[in-house]
Structure formats: structure tokens, C-alpha cells
């Protein structure tokens, strides 16, 4: 499914002024990341040119315009305005002409202006558009900052990922999302985690029904977004299965083609899953900072063995 954004939440995270509010912008759809300075098509080239991308208008270019003739320049801005862009945005304190708002609102363009300085705000909205156009998939568990750590809770429901959660909670970490979390791909790198608006900062606990943690534990406890680094699934403990005791070799699973370290959990009464994924983070952490316990083990192994056979 195709992921656009209306041009008024991007007004609004971008604090633009907008200059034509005859043209409704929630009517107006964002489909791409990448955005367009029309340096070439002011000059009059028109191929290859993006037309869906956000336009935007700096020092450079509104001084290109600025040195015209007005018939000249009207001309120019009406091709650029009528070329099927979703915006255009005027930045460093430049402006539009009342001759160029006139081809704004007659084309149905909204015209938008920001005090920031081209460079810096091109680099703020290639990085919003970018998590926010980014592909996404919804699935099926909880999502938790453990230590800095996102720790994805995964597992058949009713399993206790809800009830995992809430303990970290209690123990001061902080809750994304709990049953359905959205993973959007922002980079090759990164996997980005949030939770829909409609159970936002909620968990449910069968038994209690849906509890607000924002209300119960404050402000501290939740998250709007996380990277994910980590994914946990949850198990039922089977006596035929044989687990992972040493962590020699990593697993891995995958969401929208990028991998995540993931570790399988036997579930048994008496098992403290808080405790174990708050290692677990820790343990993740210690890893991408160099050091891998059970490397170390082999490694001492290893040499043990080195060391009787040089005995005997």
C-alpha cells in the first residue's frame, strides 16, 4: 500500500507559514522522501524533473527570479507552478510576490515560507519525510526501551509479552507499544517502532482489562518511538526441543529485509521474563560494544586445553 502524508502535518511539524489558505492542504498528499530545489527548471529545463517531490525555493533561486523582468519572471514561475508540484516552499526569509501567490492560488499550489536557512531545513524534512514515508508493517507484539535498548516481545497471544511489559515498566523502563506495533524500515540499518495512535501508552492485562501507563507511572515510562535492536520470542518450554545455552552463534529474523539479533525464550513457572530481558538488552548492548561472553568462554576453553596438553 502506498504511504503518503497530508501537506498539513507537514506544515504543522515544520512550523511553515502558509501563504495561501484559500487552498485546503489537507487535500494535498506528500508521496515522496526526496524533495526538489528548481534550479534547472526555472532556467527553463524540464526533463527528468521530479514533479511529485516537495519544491523548495532558497536564497539562490528566489534572487535567480528576483533579477527578471515581471513578465519574464511570471512566465518562468507559471510553468515551474503548473507543472503538477504538491507545494512550494520559500525559505531564508525569502518570500513570494504578489504576482507569484497570484499563479499559486491559480493553479491550486499552496505557497509556504520558513525563517530557516535553506541547508538546515532541507536536512530537517528529507529526515521527517523520510520515517515518515518509510515502508511499514504492523505486527503482532510489544515493544520496550530496555536500558536504550529496543526489545521487540514477540509470541503467541495470551503468553504473557503484556505482563513481561508491564514489569519492565515497573522496574523504570519504557513502554512503545503493546499488541500491535508498527515497524517502519527508515534506513538499510534501522527498523523504527511506534505504536498506533488508537493504543498509544495502553496495555491490556487479561483479567484487569486495558491500563493507561502515561496516567499510572508518569510521563518517564512511555515512548512515542524506538529502533529496534532487539527481538525476544516467547515459548512454550518443550522437553523434546533443544535450546540455545551458550550463544555462540547468532540468530537472526527479518522485517522488510533488514536483519535483528533474536533470541527464542523457553516459558516455565517461575521464570522472571523482566529480569532475563533486562539481561538480555544488557547483554546485546555489551556485544555491539565489543565484548561476547560466550566468545570469552571459548576462548578460556580453548586455552585450558592448550594449557594440559602442554602438561602432560
Same mark, same amino acid.
Given at each position: 500500500?502506498?504511504?503518503?502524508?497530508?501537506?498539513?502535518?507537514?506544515?504543522?511539524?515544520?512550523?511553515? %507559514?502558509?501563504?495561501?489558505?484559500?487552498?485546503?492542504?489537507? &487535500?494535498?498528499?506528500?508521496?515522496?522522501?526526496?524533495?526538489?530545489?528548481?534550479?534547472?527548471?526555472?532556467?527553463?529545463?524540464?526533463?527528468?524533473?521530479?514533479? &511529485?517531490?516537495?519544491?523548495?525555493?532558497?536564497?539562490?533561486?528566489?534572487?535567480?527570479?528576483?533579477? %527578471?523582468?515581471?513578465? &519574464?519572471?511570471?512566465?518562468?514561475?507559471?510553468?515551474?507552478?503548473?507543472?503538477?508540484?504538491?507545494?512550494?516552499?520559500?525559505?531564508?526569509?525569502?518570500?513570494?510576490?504578489?504576482?507569484?501567490?497570484?499563479?499559486?492560488?491559480?493553479?491550486?499550489?499552496?505557497?509556504? +515560507?520558513?525563517?530557516?536557512?535553506?541547508?538546515?531545513?532541507? /536536512?530537517?524534512?528529507?529526515?521527517?519525510?523520510?520515517?515518515?514515508?518509510?515502508?511499514?508493517?504492523?505486527?503482532?507484539?510489544?515493544?520496550?526501551?530496555?536500558?536504550?535498548?529496543?526489545?521487540?516481545?514477540?509470541?503467541?497471544?495470551?503468553?504473557?509479552?503484556?505482563?513481561? /511489559?508491564?514489569?519492565?515498566?515497573? *522496574?523504570?523502563? *519504557?513502554?512503545?507499544?503493546?499488541?500491535?506495533?508498527?515497524?517502519?524500515? =527508515?534506513?538499510?540499518?534501522?527498523?523504527?517502532?511506534?505504536?498506533?495512535?488508537?493504543?498509544?501508552? $495502553?496495555?491490556?492485562?487479561?483479567?484487569?482489562?486495558?491500563? @493507561?501507563?502515561?496516567? $499510572?507511572?508518569? =510521563?518517564?515510562? =512511555?515512548?512515542?518511538?524506538?529502533?529496534?535492536?532487539? +527481538?525476544?520470542? $516467547?515459548? @512454550?518450554?518443550?522437553? &523434546?526441543?533443544?535450546?540455545?545455552?551458550?550463544?555462540?552463534?547468532?540468530?537472526?529474523?527479518?522485517? $522488510?529485509?533488514?536483519?535483528?539479533?533474536?533470541?527464542?525464550?523457553?516459558?516455565?513457572?517461575?521464570? !522472571?521474563?523482566?529480569?532475563?530481558?533486562?539481561? /538480555?538488552?544488557? !547483554?546485546?548492548?555489551?556485544?555491539?560494544?565489543?565484548? !561476547?561472553?560466550?566468545?570469552?568462554?571459548?576462548?578460556? =576453553?580453548?586455552? !585450558?586445553?592448550?594449557?594440559?596438553?602442554?602438561?602432560?
Amino acid at each position: 500500500m502506498k504511504t503518503v502524508v497530508q501537506l498539513s502535518k507537514l506544515a504543522e511539524e515544520m512550523k511553515l %507559514k502558509n501563504l495561501t489558505p484559500e487552498i485546503c492542504m489537507d &487535500e494535498v498528499e506528500i508521496t515522496s522522501q526526496e524533495i526538489n530545489r528548481p534550479a534547472l527548471q526555472l532556467a527553463g529545463y524540464y526533463e527528468h524533473f521530479s514533479h &511529485e517531490r516537495v519544491q523548495i525555493i532558497g536564497y539562490v533561486e528566489y534572487t535567480y527570479l528576483m533579477q %527578471k523582468e515581471e513578465d &519574464e519572471r511570471s512566465v518562468c514561475f507559471e510553468r515551474f507552478i503548473s507543472s503538477g508540484i504538491p507545494c512550494v516552499i520559500f525559505t531564508t526569509l525569502t518570500e513570494p510576490t504578489e504576482d507569484m501567490l497570484f499563479i499559486c492560488k491559480k493553479y491550486n499550489v499552496p505557497a509556504l +515560507v520558513t525563517t530557516r536557512t535553506t541547508s538546515a531545513f532541507m /536536512a530537517e524534512i528529507i529526515r521527517w519525510l523520510g520515517v515518515e514515508l518509510a515502508p511499514s508493517i504492523s505486527i503482532h507484539g510489544v515493544l520496550v526501551d530496555v536500558y536504550g535498548e529496543g526489545v521487540l516481545i514477540m509470541g503467541e497471544s495470551g503468553i504473557g509479552k503484556s505482563e513481561a /511489559a508491564l514489569e519492565l515498566v515497573r *522496574r523504570g523502563h *519504557r513502554l512503545v507499544s503493546d499488541d500491535v506495533v508498527i515497524i517502519r524500515k =527508515v534506513s538499510d540499518a534501522t527498523l523504527l517502532g511506534c505504536a498506533p495512535d488508537v493504543t498509544k501508552h $495502553l496495555i491490556e492485562l487479561r483479567g484487569i482489562g486495558i491500563i @493507561d501507563v502515561k496516567t $499510572l507511572y508518569g =510521563v518517564e515510562h =512511555v515512548k512515542d518511538s524506538q529502533a529496534i535492536d532487539l +527481538v525476544i520470542k $516467547l515459548e @512454550d518450554w518443550s522437553r &523434546e526441543k533443544e535450546y540455545d545455552r551458550l550463544g555462540l552463534e547468532e540468530q537472526t529474523t527479518e522485517f $522488510l529485509g533488514n536483519k535483528v539479533t533474536c533470541h527464542s525464550l523457553p516459558i516455565r513457572p517461575g521464570r !522472571n521474563l523482566a529480569v532475563i530481558v533486562e539481561t /538480555a538488552a544488557v !547483554n546485546h548492548r555489551q556485544k555491539k560494544m565489543g565484548y !561476547n561472553a560466550a566468545h570469552e568462554l571459548y576462548r578460556r =576453553v580453548q586455552e !585450558n586445553i592448550i594449557n594440559k596438553r602442554g602438561d602432560i
